[in-house]
């Protein structure tokens, strides 16, 4: 086949498009904030044509308080807010939620995590939805905490996921005001997650032997619907290696059902200093599954070192649950097991030390 040149119209469209592009790159960069490398992305979603409509939308952003951080990221996720009109289509929405009680502050925090909430149509979307769901909720201050949670709740079709899941819990007993607590603390398992997977957790979580009518209940629903079968198989071999037989962990999971949110490596790493550090029995932390929630820099070594000490040199007595002397407060653990011995100092300093290396 004979080559065929392209047309000079189509050169000049090519040049225009690739300067087009380069100009929206240049913009995202120098006017948003972003880096080279995350404007590309942005930048293949919007095309400007002239700065007067996306400098107006960042005028805005900033008359409202916006910081340069917090601009960079709503630009980053949606960059097509760049050419909504502000007067016509932001503003309105930003008068609407001061309207609901929200603060300026709360405001900058909940675009920046949910910018796409400025993307919807407040007529049609954000309105219903706010109306709808309170009275879901029953109460405006258990909703607003939920939205402030989860903000994205008022772009969701709630006939597809929030109302069977619900109705679901309904059917297995789950009182009212646990359904409640559950969209008001965890909002996303309800609304995200689809209802086929939700009857067959809400399933498998009654089959373990938890009571619906029980808050953990809906608590070990949430741990549950956090995670994927093969990412719970996966913890499951886990807590096998380190010696639980299946009926313990599920025993932990129904005790303290994030002990399987925890991740893969902060599982093992906890374990394992338990275990050979200081020479546990895997069965305790079993019994007492809190325990693997705990912080090991913040908390776990530090504390354990300041027992390590004490037992040493003798300074305790008598037995002492050491999964309680974890569980205690800040101020209760430096009372009983430090401020009150002639070692004080050593002890504090010992404390310390422990943290600062773990920071």
């Given at each position: 086949m004979p080559f065929k040149p392209i047309p000079s119209s189509s050169l000049k469209s090519i040049s225009t498009s690739a300067d087009?592009?380069?100009?929206?790159?240049?913009?995202?960069?120098?006017?948003?904030?972003?880096?080279?490398?995350?404007?590309i992305s942005p930048s293949k979603r919007v095309n400007f044509k002239n700065l007067e409509k996306p400098d107006s939308v960042l005028n805005l952003f900033k008359s409202h308080g916006?910081?340069?951080?917090?601009?960079?990221?709503?630009?980053?996720?949606?960059?097509?807010?760049?050419?909504?009109?502000?007067?016509?289509?932001?503003?309105?929405?930003?008068d609407f939620f001061y309207t609901t009680?929200?603060?300026?502050?709360?405001?900058?925090?909940?675009?920046?995590?949910s910018p796409g909430i400025l993307h919807r149509s407040l007529k049609n979307q954000i309105i219903p939805s706010f109306n709808l769901l309170k009275n879901i909720f029953g109460l405006d201050d258990n909703f607003m905490a939920a939205f402030k949670r989860f903000p994205g709740?008022?772009?969701?079709?709630?006939?597809?996921?929030?109302?069977?899941?619900?109705?679901?819990?309904?059917?297995?007993g789950v009182p009212y005001s646990n359904i409640v607590y559950l969209?008001?603390?965890?909002?996303?398992?309800?609304?995200?997650?689809?209802?086929?997977?939700?009857?067959?957790?809400?399933?498998?979580?009654?089959?373990?032997?938890?009571?619906?009518?029980?808050?953990?209940?809906?608590l070990a629903v949430v741990a549950l619907t956090s995670m994927?079968?093969?990412?719970?198989?996966?913890?499951m071999e886990v807590y096998e290696k380190w010696g639980w037989s299946e009926e313990e962990t599920i025993l932990a999971f129904t005790r303290f059902s994030?002990?399987?949110?925890?991740?893969?490596?902060?599982?093992?790493?906890?374990?394992?200093?338990?275990?050979?550090?200081?020479?546990?029995?895997?069965s305790l932390i079993a019994r007492d599954p809190i325990l693997l929630s705990m912080?090991?820099?913040k908390r776990i070594i530090s504390r354990c070192s300041v027992l390590q000490v004490l037992l040493s040199k003798g300074l305790i007595k008598k037995p002492i649950n050491a999964a309680t002397l974890l569980k205690y407060t800040e101020s209760l653990f430096l009372k009983k097991f430090v401020m009150c011995y002639e070692e004080t100092p050593q002890l504090l300093k010992l404390y310390h030390k422990k943290l600062d290396l773990t920071k």
């Open positions: 087009q592009h380069s100009f929206t790159v240049n913009y995202l960069i120098n006017s948003c904030g972003l880096s080279p490398e995350t404007a916006f910081s340069k951080t917090q601009i960079s990221t709503i630009t980053r996720k949606i960059p097509e807010l760049l050419l909504s009109d502000p007067k016509e289509i932001l503003l309105p929405k930003f009680g929200i603060s300026s502050t709360e405001l900058l925090k909940i675009v920046s995590i709740m008022v772009c969701r079709d709630h006939s597809a996921t929030t109302f069977p899941s619900t109705e679901i819990l309904r059917q297995h969209l008001t603390h965890q909002p996303r398992s309800l609304m995200i997650v689809k209802p086929d997977r939700f009857k067959e957790v809400v399933e498998d979580v009654k089959k373990m032997g938890l009571n619906p009518s029980q808050s953990l209940f809906v994927s079968k093969s990412t719970w198989i996966r913890k994030w002990c399987m949110t925890v991740s893969v490596e902060k599982l093992m790493a906890v374990l394992n200093f338990y275990v050979n550090t200081m020479g546990w029995k895997s912080s090991l820099g």
